[in-house]
């Protein structure tokens, strides 16, 4: 019975060694697992902010656009005004023209030159008998 003690003893040693192994080696594969998640994440984080990056020029770029935009309506709104205020003295020189006024009023009165005050006179104008 003396060597059953010792015995007993060797064999829980060499099984507490092969489970020091074992803790061993699973800390290894964590060990690894840990430093390749570690450097996903740094890619992912890196990524991140590429993409911030990007998204702040965007942005920038937007808002330029906008602005010009905002540049092209605003002269569109003036080459509108400018075209309504340009086509407004024939309306009332051709009301006036319906009304009985003669091309030579129509020089003095808008500027127009005389071919053009006899050319609404022409379309425009009571017939003459």
């Not at 003036?78 to 309306?91: D, F, G, M, N, S």
């Amino acid at each position: 019975m003396n060597w059953l003690l010792p015995l007993a003893l060797a064999a829980l040693s060499i099984l507490l060694a092969a489970g020091l192994l074992l803790q061993a080696r699973a800390y290894r594969k964590l060990a690894r697992d840990h430093a390749a998640l570690a450097e996903g994440v740094a890619r992912q984080g890196q990524d991140l902010m590429g993409l911030c990056a990007a998204a702040v020029q965007v942005d920038q770029r937007v808002f330029g656009q906008e602005e010009k935009l905002r540049e092209c309506l605003a002269r569109l709104e003036a080459l509108a005004v400018r075209e309504a205020t340009q086509q407004q003295p024939y309306h009332t020189a051709i009301d006036k023209v319906k009304s009985g006024a003669r091309p030579e009023e129509l020089v003095t009165e808008f500027g127009l030159s005389l071919s053009e005050a006899n050319l609404l006179a022409s379309l425009y104008g009571k017939p003459r008998r």
